[in-house]
Each structure stands twice: as C-alpha cells, then as structure tokens.
C-alpha cells in the first residue's frame, strides 16, 4: 500500500486542523492506521491508531484533542486536531500496518508539516 499525507500547514495556539492520508492499492479495510509526529532532532512518536475494526489508540499528549477516523469507501484515514498548541509542531507521518502492534508499521506516507505558532 502507498500512503500520501496531506492538509499540514501553519495554524496559531488553539487552532484546528486536519491532515488527511489516502492510500492507493487494494485491501485498505484490511490495514491498521495511524499517524506519528516526529520534531527535527528528536524521535518519531506515535500519535493515534485505529485497528480495521475502528478501535482507535492514542498517546496522552494528544488523547481528547486528537481525533482519528478512517473512510474506507475513499481509501483514507483522517487527524482532526483540536485545541492545538506550540508542542505540536512536527512533521506529521501516515503509516499503515496488517496487524494491531501500535508500535510496528510497515508503510509510510511521506510527511506533512504542521507549525503551531503561540
């Protein structure tokens, strides 16, 4: 599956936006999805995940703020992020797996930036 992230751009504190991932080739209701943040010089984190089944996961920083979705009739997996603040500027990456490991990924999107300015 190829995975293209898009919808990052500059929002001020306490703003919204959402990034969307559409993925090309079959079987997208097959995957688990998710979104990962990495800033320059520090580690890519996971954000949220839903399982094929709409379980969704997310990490505390972002848990209540961010909303993760997927519509499987377009092939796309969304981030509604709410309440944003200056800690999550980052690169923002999709990412899809066969299997329900939050912490295993085997596809990629490429990155999308988001710049929160306080």
């Known amino acids: 599956v190829q995975l293209q992230a898009s919808g990052g751009g500059l929002v001020q504190a306490g703003g919204s936006l959402r990034l969307s991932c559409t993925a090309s080739?079959?079987?997208?209701?097959?995957?688990?999805l998710g979104w990962h943040r990495q800033v320059p010089g520090l580690q890519r984190e996971f954000a949220a995940g839903?399982?094929?089944?709409?379980?969704?996961n997310y990490a505390d920083s972002v848990k209540a703020r961010f909303t993760i979705s997927r519509d499987n009739a377009k092939n796309t997996v969304y981030l509604q992020m709410n309440s944003l603040k200056a800690e999550d500027t980052a690169v923002y990456y999709c990412?899809?797996?066969?299997?329900?490991?939050?912490?295993?990924?085997?596809?990629w999107g490429q990155g999308t930036l988001v710049t929160v300015s306080s």
């Open positions: 080739g079959k079987s997208f209701r097959a995957y688990s």
């Open positions: 839903i399982t094929t089944g709409g379980g969704t």
């Open positions: 990412s899809a797996q066969r299997g329900r490991d939050w912490n295993v990924w085997g596809y």
